[in-house]
C-alpha cells in the first residue's frame, strides 16, 4: 500500500518508527558509498556492521569510511 505524500509536509515521508534511525542509516551510507567511490576496498556490510557496532577499523579503507562518517556528523 503506498505512502500518500502531501505537498510541503515532511510528517509522512518517513513513518514515525523510523525518524530516529534513518538520519544515522542515511549518514552511515553516505559515509561508505563515498569512502568506496575515493577507492576504499571493503564492502558496504563490513563497513555498516564496524559503524553500527563501533568496532575500531580493521585497516585503511575502513579508516576511510570511519573518518567520512565523522566528518559526516561533525559537519551536521
Known amino acids: ?10 510528517e509522512n515521508l518517513i513513518p514515525s ?18 569512502s568506496r567511490m ?3 576496498a571493503t564492502t558496504r556490510k563490513v563497513a555498516e556492521y564496524m559503524l553500527r557496532k563501533n568496532e575500531k577499523p580493521k585497516n585503511k579503507d575502513q579508516q576511510m569510511i570511519l ?3 565523522l566528518t559526516i556528523n561533525h559537519i551536521k
Request: proline letters at 6%; charged letters at 20%; hydrophobic letters at 35%.
Open 17 to 34: 518508527a523510523h525518524k530516529n534511525t534513518y538520519p544515522v542509516s542515511s549518514i552511515m551510507e553516505e559515509a561508505i558509498a563515498s
Open 67 to 69: 573518518n567520512n562518517y
Open 38 to 40: 575515493e577507492g576504499a
Open 1 to 10: 500500500m503506498p505512502i500518500l505524500l502531501k505537498s510541503g509536509n515532511d
